[in-house]
């Protein structure tokens, strides 16, 4: 679907930001 194919890329963003956030994040903890 046209939506499908917007949000994938969108998720991808997101996944890529969020692993760089969690590791910051959890870094900084650990």
Same mark, same amino acid.
Do not use: V
């Given at each position: 679907t046209?939506?499908? +194919? +917007?949000l994938l890329p969108a998720f991808d963003d997101i996944s890529e930001w969020g692993e760089k956030w969690m590791s910051e994040d959890g870094g900084a903890e650990s």
């Amino acid at each position: 679907t046209q939506k499908g +194919e +917007e949000l994938l890329p969108a998720f991808d963003d997101i996944s890529e930001w969020g692993e760089k956030w969690m590791s910051e994040d959890g870094g900084a903890e650990s």
